[in-house]
């Protein structure tokens, strides 16, 4: 019974786990929703449900408001690429800066553009 519920171990392989996911958010850019997710499902089982170090504000599932703005933002995407591969240069590049002023990064890419939030 003396080692039944080890804090310090939990707490030091959480320590770990959000510096390998902090590593791995610097050396990529374009990481997929999904594994924010799970990272995410793993904290709030561990850190937040079991030993209650750590709150977090909005739950995990994205408000049907939420996926509409992610597709929203797909599509400016995709019409900036349109725009692009015929040479309007112009609209593409309202898109980015208009994209810019809502708070949300474009980067061109060689696999095409990505968006992040600032």
């Known amino acids: 019974m003396d080692d039944d519920f080890n804090t310090p ?3 030091s392989i959480i320590y770990d786990f ?3 996911v902090n590593s791995l958010f610097a050396k990529h850019d374009n ?3 999904s594994f924010y997710k799970e990272v995410r499902k ?3 089982a561990t850190a937040q449900n079991v030993l209650g170090i ?3 504000d909005k739950p995990i599932e ?3 408001a939420d996926n509409k703005e992610d597709e929203l933002i797909q599509l400016l ?3 900036r690429s349109d725009a692009k591969k015929n040479k309007n240069f112009e609209l593409a590049d309202m898109i980015r800066d208009r994209l810019n002023e809502l708070g949300f990064q474009l980067t061109d ?6 968006v992040k939030r600032k």
């Open 109 to 114: 890419t060689k696999s095409g553009a990505t």
């Open 54 to 56: 750590l709150k977090f």
């Open 18 to 20: 959000v510096r390998a």
């Open 62 to 64: 994205q408000t049907k």
């Open 9 to 11: 171990k939990a707490v």
């Open 42 to 44: 793993f904290l709030e």
């Open 77 to 79: 995407i995709d019409i």
């Open 31 to 33: 990481i997929d929703v």
